[in-house]
Structures are given as C-alpha cells and as structure tokens.
Nanobody
Framework: QVQLVESGGGLVQAGDSLRLSCAAS????????RGWFRKAPGKERELVAA????????YYADSVKGRFTISRDNARNTVYLQMNSLKPEDTAVYYC?????????????????WGQGTQVAVSS
C-alpha cells in the first residue's frame, strides 16, 4: 500500500505563512507528478500546484502564483507547499496527490493516490 500523509495545516491570520508537507510511504511508486489540491466549502476541489518529480517543472493556479511555492525532497520522498501572504480565500482542506503517469493535470481522476487532507484556515 502507498500512503500520503500531509501535515502543517492550521489557523493563521491573513498575511501569515504556512508550510505543508506530504510524505509518501509504503510501496515504492513512480509518482511522476505530485500535486496539491484544495477544497473550500461550497466549491469544487481544485489543483493549486504540482511538480514533476523528475526535472522539477512546476504548475501553479493563477490564484496562488507569486505566493505559493511547491518543492520536493527526493531523499525523503516528500513534497512541500510553502504558502506566503495567505488570504481568507485560501481557507480550504488541502490534499496531497500523486499521479503515476506523465504530464501535469488538473483532473482529479488522473491522480492515483491521495492523502487524508489537512485544514488551512485563514482569518481576516
């Protein structure tokens, strides 16, 4: 079995920063793409950022460009999401996901493994 375990969520004020972590454990997988999705109340789950495990190319949603940074630690099989200048509209449950086929995609159905989610709440 493969497990993705997120950590780092919490309650912060607008303008603060948080760093989310997602560690993979269990059976080794070829997770070509690792992504962070988020789901806010009343909204669809959306891709926030993604990174190609080999090469490190990245994708960001327009709403987080310039504020969020996705990175990876190959040795620890961990992906991070550094979130700066947080806004109340960033409030959501954040999910880590792994895709075992090539190509960054915003389609949830193309991701094979998911974490349990971590809550991020930003107060104004």
């Amino acid at each position: 079995q493969v497990q993705l375990v997120e950590s780092g969520g919490g309650l912060v004020q607008a303008g603060d920063s948080l760093r989310l972590s997602c560690a993979a454990s269990g059976r080794a997988i070829n997770s070509y793409i690792r992504g962070w999705f988020r789901k806010a109340p009343g909204k669809e789950r959306e891709l926030v950022a993604a990174i190609r495990w080999s090469g490190g190319s990245t994708y960001y949603a327009d709403s987080v460009k310039g504020r969020f940074t996705i990175s990876r630690d190959n040795a620890r099989n961990t992906v991070y999401l550094q979130m700066n200048s947080l806004k109340p509209e960033d409030t959501a449950v954040y999910y880590c996901a792994a895709k075992t086929t090539y190509g960054i995609s915003a389609e949830e159905s193309e991701y094979d493994y998911w974490g349990q989610g971590t809550q991020v709440a930003v107060s104004s």
